[in-house]
C-alpha cells in the first residue's frame, strides 16, 4: 500500500511502487482527466502537477510520490464553476479533439502558480514540452494569456469574463 | 565553484602580473579605412564557414539573444564571464574595430582599448589561426547585423578580476605563434590539425586544465569541463566501452549522434549543429588529426560489448535480474532498490532494449559515455535537464526528471544505473555534484 495526496485527500492505493502514477490516477482513482497519450514522456497528455511543477504522470512512478502533493485537473474547478484557467480554454475555444487539453491546463496552471503574469517568451518556453495534434496551441497560447490577466491578485481582483 | 588553490595561484600571477605592467599593450585609436568596411563576397563566404568550424555564434549568443550579440554565462573555476557582444554595433560591439584589432584579438588575447581578454575567449588557440582565415572571419562578423547589447559585467574572484594578471598567465601558458604545417604528414592530417589546434579549439574543454586555468599540454584531450558538464577524453582516453574509431567519431561529429556511444548533449550540441553545416571534408580532417593522436587500446571486440550492453537492458528490468545489489555495501543497499524501482517505472519504458521514442531508439545505457565516466556530472544533468533539440528542430527527446523526482530520488537512480549499467566503480559523490547542479536551476 502506498499513500497518495491527490488535490488534497489522501488514498491507500494498492499498486506496485513502479507503477506509472498516470495507471493509478485512470484505474484505482477513477480519475480519468490526465490522458494516456504515447507513455513516453514526449507528449504531455498525462501531464498533472507534484509539488508546484508540471510532470508526466505516465513516467512517474508512484514510489516517488509518498508524503508529496498531487494536483490533477479534477481538482482545479467543475463543469459549472471552472477555474480562471479552465474559463480561458473554454473563452477561447481552445480545445478542438480535446484530448492533449488535460495536460495543457494543468502544465500552465503550473506555470500561472509560480508566475501569475508571464511573458509571450516565457509562456512558449515553459508549454513547449506539451504538444496537440489538432494544432490549436494558438489558441491554447491565447487561453493562457487570457487567464493571465484574470489571475486573482490583491490588486486586480478578479472581475467578470473580458470580451 | 570557487577553487581556493586557483585563487592562491592566481594570486600569484597576479604579483608577476603586476611587475610586467610596464609592458601594458596600448589601445588603438585608428578608426576603419573605408577599404576595411568592404568586403568581397567569396571572403564573407569563407568566413561564415570558419565561423561555423570555430563556434563563434555558439559562445557569443546569449539564452535566446539575437546571434553574436554576446551575453552567455560562462562558469569558470574563478567566477563567471559573460561572452562579449561582437556585432558590428559601434557602441556596444566591435564595430569600431580595425582589421588589426581583430587579429591581435585573436591572435594575442587583447582588446582594442588594450585591455587582456579572459582565456574563456580561446585565443590561446586562436593565435593558430592564418592572418588570411582571422581576416575571412572579420569580414563575416562585420556584415553581420548590428545588434546593440551591453555585456553583463563579470562576476568573478580577486585577483582574477584584474586583468593584469593575465599578462603574467599569458606569459606562462599563452604560444603566440601561427600554425605550421607538419610536412611528413599528409595534407588532411595538417589540415585536420591546424582546425582542432586552432579554431576548433577542441582542447578548451576536452583537455583537463592546470590550477590557473591553463590546458594540461601534457594530457591533450584526457578529458575536462565544459560549463558545468563534463568533457570526456577522446578516442583512447574515452570512457566509452566500444572503442572510437574514424567511422564512429565522424558519424558523431557530423550527425550528433553514434549508434554505439550516444548523443551529442549539453555544450557539445550545438558544435555538431555546427559541424553539420560545414563541408565534410573539414570534418574528415578533424577526424583524421584527432583519431592519429591517440593510440588504439582495448582489443575486445565491439560486437561483444554490444551485445553484452543489450543484454543488460533486458535483464535491467523485472524482479529475475541477476542481484547485483548484494554486491554493494550494505548502507547503499537500501538507495540501490529506491533506484531500481524508479528506473523501472520512469526509465525503462525508452531504455529497455527493443523499446524506443517515436524518433529514435536510445543507445544501451551500458554503451554511453555518461553512465561509464569518471565523474556523474553528465548522467546527472540529462536526468535533471532531459534532452532536447534545439528549439523548432526535430530530434531525440528524453524528459527531464528534475520536477517528477527529489534529490533522494535522482541520487538513488543515477547510483543504481551505475551499478547496473557499467562495469567502472562506484561513483562516491553523486550527492554532493547533485547539490552544485540544483544551486544552478532556477527555482
Known amino acids: ?163 | 565553484m570557487i577553487d581556493l588553490r586557483a585563487v592562491r595561484c592566481l594570486s600569484m600571477l597576479a604579483l608577476a602580473g603586476a611587475a610586467l605592467l610596464g609592458c601594458a599593450e596600448s589601445p588603438t585609436t585608428t578608426a576603419q579605412t573605408a577599404a576595411e568596411r568592404t568586403f568581397d563576397r567569396a571572403q564573407v563566404a569563407k568566413g561564415a564557414e570558419l565561423s561555423a568550424l570555430g563556434d563563434c555564434r555558439v559562445c557569443h549568443t546569449g539564452d535566446g539573444g539575437r546571434a553574436f550579440a554576446g551575453g552567455r554565462p560562462l562558469p569558470t573555476p574563478f567566477g563567471t564571464i559573460y561572452s562579449t557582444n561582437i556585432t558590428p554595433d559601434a557602441e556596444t560591439g566591435i564595430g569600431r574595430w580595425s582589421r588589426d584589432d581583430f587579429r591581435r584579438a585573436m591572435h594575442e588575447g587583447i582588446d582594442r582599448a588594450g585591455r587582456h581578454l579572459y582565456p574563456a575567449f580561446p585565443y590561446d588557440h586562436f593565435t593558430h589561426v592564418t592572418d588570411d582565415d582571422v581576416d575571412a572571419l572579420y569580414a563575416f562578423i562585420m556584415t553581420r547585423e548590428a545588434v546593440s547589447a551591453r555585456t553583463p559585467r563579470n562576476r568573478l574572484v580577486f585577483p582574477a578580476n584584474l586583468r593584469p594578471v593575465l599578462a603574467a598567465w599569458n606569459w606562462l601558458y599563452l604560444d603566440a605563434r601561427r600554425f605550421t604545417p607538419d610536412p611528413a604528414q599528409s595534407a588532411e592530417w595538417n589540415r585536420g590539425a591546424y582546425l582542432v589546434e586552432g579554431l576548433a579549439h577542441c582542447g578548451a574543454c576536452h583537455t583537463p586544465r592546470n590550477i590557473a586555468g591553463a590546458e594540461k599540454r601534457g594530457q591533450p584531450f584526457g578529458g575536462g569541463d565544459a560549463e558545468g558538464w563534463h568533457a570526456p577524453g577522446l578516442l583512447a582516453a574515452s570512457p566509452a566501452p566500444v572503442e572510437w574509431n574514424a567511422d564512429a567519431l565522424f558519424r558523431y561529429l557530423r550527425n550528433g549522434f553514434d549508434a554505439e556511444h550516444g548523443l551529442a548533449a549539453g555544450p557539445m550540441a550545438p558544435v555538431v549543429d555546427e559541424l553539420a553545416t560545414v563541408p565534410e571534408a573539414e570534418v574528415h580532417a578533424i577526424v583524421t588529426y584527432l583519431t592519429s593522436r591517440t593510440g588504439q587500446t582495448r582489443n575486445a571486440p565491439a560486437n561483444e560489448r554490444i551485445a553484452a550492453a543489450e543484454q543488460r537492458e533486458f535483464d535491467a528490468v523485472g524482479r529475475h535480474a541477476p542481484d547485483r545489489a548484494s554486491e554493494a555495501s550494505a548502507s547503499s543497499a537500501e538507495t540501490q532498490d529506491a533506484g531500481e524501482v524508479i528506473f523501472a517505472g520512469a526509465c525503462a519504458t525508452c531504455h529497455y532494449a527493443g523499446a524506443g521514442t517515436p524518433r529514435t531508439t536510445p543507445v544501451p545505457l551500458a554503451l554511453t559515455t555518461s553512465v561509464n565516466a569518471p565523474t556523474p556530472q553528465n548522467a546527472l544533468r540529462v536526468v535533471v535537464e532531459g534532452l532536447h533539440p534545439a528549439s523548432g528542430e526535430p530530434g531525440a527527446i528524453m524528459p527531464g526528471f528534475g520536477s517528477a523526482l527529489t534529490h533522494a530520488q535522482i541520487v538513488a537512480v543515477v547510483e543504481y544505473v551505475r551499478a547496473r549499467f557499467s562495469d567502472r566503480p562506484r561513483w562516491t559523490d553523486v550527492n554532493a555534484t547533485l547539490h552544485g547542479i540544483e544551486r544552478e536551476q532556477p527555482k
Not at chain 1, 485537473?73 to 480545445?95: C, H, K, M, V
Open chain 1, 1 to 163: 500500500m502506498i499513500e497518495l495526496d491527490v488535490n488534497g485527500r489522501r488514498h491507500a492505493v494498492d499498486a506496485e511502487g513502479d507503477t506509472p502514477l498516470l495507471y493509478v490516477l485512470r484505474d484505482h482513482l477513477a480519475m480519468n482527466g490526465a490522458k494516456f497519450g504515447c507513455g513516453l514522456g514526449q507528449c504531455g497528455a498525462c501531464t498533472v502537477i507534484v509539488d508546484g511543477k508540471a510532470v508526466f504522470s505516465c513516467v512517474t512512478p508512484i514510489s516517488v510520490l509518498g508524503g508529496r502533493a498531487i494536483r490533477t485537473i479534477e481538482g482545479l474547478g467543475t463543469p459549472d464553476r471552472p477555474s480562471p484557467l479552465q474559463r480561458a480554454f473554454i473563452d477561447e475555444q481552445a480545445a478542438q479533439c480535446g484530448y492533449c487539453i488535460a495536460g495543457m491546463i494543468m502544465r500552465a496552471q503550473a506555470l500561472l502558480d509560480a508566475n501569475p503574469s508571464p511573458s509571450d517568451a516565457e509562456i512558449r518556453r515553459h508549454m513547449a514540452p506539451n504538444l496537440c495534434r489538432c494544432g490549436t496551441h494558438m489558441r491554447i497560447l491565447r487561453a493562457i494569456r487570457r487567464a493571465a490577466q484574470r489571475v486573482p491578485t490583491a490588486a486586480t481582483p478578479l472581475r467578470s469574463t473580458p470580451t
